[in-house]
């Protein structure tokens, strides 16, 4: 179906929206909370801010919930940090990291938000790194399992949606830009040591949820961008199809087959490469089933061939928010992106495609039939409050409402979506440009030198501020899709 003018949205679906502890909740040294090595990370992107207050959640998180009941919410995507829960290597529980969890929870509930918690969202523990050697040890799947377990332990007769890794493929793909590949002085190789690691935490988090959460559901969270040819061209295609594999799909086919695909176990072969895989593990994999797959989608991108021979280019990432200062990569003889002409591009050059995300579901629903989740997708930009107080973001409230329409095509196509929770309720900490990158439905009043300037967060307003996407959002879902706004219009 390529139109249609009012997409129907299945009853219960459930809208709300997004957030990952180290981005929203701060108080990064209270209740028991031990330092993570993503706390170090952001502290290498000045002149930002790093994650020590963000939107300063943990002590204002009740007004926060207020704020997502009275938008209508019937969701709340959020991350547990593990080092609130299990805060040194002696493996013992941290009952105040426990209480904070279960207040958040009792709250959502008692407003009628259904959470959905993510295990794992980029924060490992410092003593994880020191004392168990981090992502390349087989300790850390033991440390995980403990973790994981006590979660649901805890928060399992009130939690039935889990999310394990958050984009496992990003962080790998990304490794060097989120702190991943600290203490690796051989990323290309290391990478797919750390990478399956990854993959025995996630599996033993499958196992042990289907044990002990009773009608519990878990599922991994790819970040997906749909990757289109540059041309017709056949190579361009084939180039596409490569990207697809390194950035995304290899990683989607282990979590719904429980094993490596072809494709990557030739790659390793031709690259020499020998993750340490054991027959334990390849059961272990195969028995942890999946329920669902949530899927991030911000953005697409365009693959094109790469000669062999050709100049090696890495991507980089737009650091600014300054427009044409991203560099696609160049990988001779895989592929190689580029800029899509029929596209707008945000300021820090992320493609604006609605139709990605109509993409990325009929994708992921025909290769792997199973339901899915929306658990990020959002408009990143610089905004101020404008002279009357408030903020008008109609950017951000043509972003939702486009690509909205688009995931109730998907619908209307006949995938099986069940909830969308876009990034992100508050304006919290981007990955690299502290709070000035702002994705909020609502503003917190605050800048980044405020809060590199803080000794006392408890003097600071970060007054809550409903934008204009909150006001918009709020009727949308308050009509489970139906009410668009006076200035629906299509792509
Ligand atoms: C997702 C991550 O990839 O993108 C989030 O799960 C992140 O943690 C979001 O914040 C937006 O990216 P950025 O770099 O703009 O913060």
Redesign the pocket.
């Known amino acids: 179906m390529y139109y249609k003018e009012n997409p129907k949205f299945p009853k219960n679906f459930m809208w709300g929206a997004s957030s990952?502890a180290w981005?929203v909740e701060g108080g990064v040294a209270e209740g028991g909370r031990t330092p993570a090595m993503i706390d170090l990370n952001s502290k290498k992107k000045a002149p930002y801010a790093d994650d020590s207050i963000c939107a300063d959640h943990y002590h204002r998180y009740k007004e926060d919930v207020a704020l997502m009941a009275e938008c209508g919410f019937g969701s709340y995507r959020f991350s547990i940090a593990w080092s609130r829960i299990i805060p040194c290597s002696d493996g013992k529980v941290n009952p105040e990291g426990v209480a904070f969890y279960n207040d958040l929870i009792n709250e959502l509930l008692k407003n009628n938000i259904t959470p959905i918690v993510t295990l794992y969202?980029?924060d490992l523990p410092v003593w994880v790194y020191e004392e168990l050697g981090g992502w390349k040890s087989r300790k850390t799947v033991d440390a995980f399992e403990h973790y994981a377990r006590t979660c649901f332990e805890n928060f399992g007769d009130r939690v039935k949606y889990w999310l394990s890794i958050?984009?496992q493929n990003?962080q790998i793909v990304y490794g060097h830009w989120l702190g991943t590949s600290a203490g690796c002085t051989d990323w290309e190789r290391e990478q797919w040591d750390i990478n399956h690691i990854m993959n025995l935490c996630h599996a033993k988090a499958v196992v042990a949820c289907h044990e002990m959460v009773e009608g519990g559901k878990i599922g991994p969270v790819p970040?997906y961008v749909p990757i289109y040819p540059k041309t017709c061209n056949p190579l361009d295609q084939i180039a596409a199809m490569n990207a697809e594999e390194l950035t995304e799909k290899i990683w989607n086919d282990t979590y719904v087959y429980g094993e490596y695909n072809g494709f990557i176990k030739k790659y390793w072969e031709i690259h020499d490469i020998h993750p340490d895989i054991r027959p334990e593990d390849v059961v272990l994999m195969k028995s942890a089933k999946i329920d669902f797959i949530a899927v991030?989608c911000?953005r697409s991108n365009v693959g094109c061939d790469a000669k062999p021979g050709t100049e090696r280019k890495e991507y980089e990432l737009n650091k600014f928010g300054i427009k044409g200062q991203l560099q696609f990569p160049n990988y001779p003889g895989e592929f190689a992106m580029d800029y899509n002409p029929y596209v707008e591009y945000t300021d820090?050059d992320w493609e604006i495609d609605p139709v990605a995300i109509r993409y990325a579901l009929r994708y992921l629903w025909d290769h792997y039939r199973l339901p899915m989740m929306i658990t990020?997708n959002g408009y990143?930009a610089n905004e101020e409050k404008d002279a009357d107080g408030n903020v008008h973001d109609q950017a951000r409230v043509d972003f939702l409402r486009d690509q909205i329409y688009q995931v109730g095509l998907a619908i209307e196509d006949g995938c099986d979506v069940i909830s969308y929770n876009p990034?992100s309720f508050t304006d919290i900490l981007?990955?690299?440009?502290g709070i000035k990158?702002r994705?909020g439905l609502v503003y917190i009043d605050t800048t980044d030198e405020e809060l590199v300037n803080c000794t006392d967060v408890s003097k600071l307003s970060m007054k809550r501020i409903k934008k204009d996407s909150f006001e918009w959002y709020s009727k949308l879902i308050k009509s489970n899709g139906n009410d668009w706004g006076k200035d629906m219009g299509v792509n």
């Open positions: 990952a981005q969202h980029y958050n984009e990003m970040g991030n911000y820090w990020e990143g990034w981007s990955t690299g440009n990158k994705y």
